[in-house]
């Protein structure tokens, strides 16, 4: 099975702990499809709502297909993701509880389709992100020696 990632949201992790994931197919024009192999696409700053008991990807920007025609497709739209009727109840009793949100983390092609993966988050305080650095930071540090270490 052949996966290729189109974007990544890199501020998911920071903003946000996050707990159960998902995959899920996304509702597309053929000039958004386009677009996206072009690599006109970004998902920062976007967020999945539930609207009529369906799950909607709100805030994505896939931009103009180079060679489109007069009858392009919506830069900024409201984009329904296509998930089974059980996945969206049980995602549904998730989102439910305080402070829960869902958070597009990627978006990637598997086969020929346009596939997201989100995740149930919630967001982190302040503090919560200080601390993320600092593992980060003393992570990153335990690396460099251990490949001096292994250099020598």
Do not use: C
């Not at 996966?3 to 899920?24: C, M, P, Q, R, S």
């Not at 995740?119 to 305080?125: D, E, I, Q």
């Amino acid at each position: 099975m052949s996966i290729k990632t189109i974007t990544v949201n890199k501020k998911a992790g920071f903003e946000y702990h996050l707990t159960d994931k998902y995959e899920a197919g996304i509702v597309l024009k053929g000039s958004e499809v386009k677009s996206i192999r072009e690599g006109k696409v970004n998902i920062k700053g976007s967020y999945i709502k539930f609207l009529d008991n369906e799950l909607y990807l709100i805030g994505m920007h896939i931009g103009d297909y180079s060679h489109a025609d007069s009858m392009s497709h919506e830069n900024i739209a409201d984009r329904k993701l296509l998930l089974h009727r059980k996945e969206i109840i049980r995602i549904g009793e998730l989102i439910d509880q305080k402070g829960k949100t869902l958070i597009p983390m990627s978006l990637y092609f598997k086969r020929d389709l346009v596939k997201v993966r989100f995740a149930v988050g919630t967001g982190k305080k302040k503090w919560d992100k200080r601390h993320s650095k600092m593992d980060q930071d003393v992570k990153r540090q335990l690396d460099r020696e251990v490949k001096k270490i292994n250099n020598r």
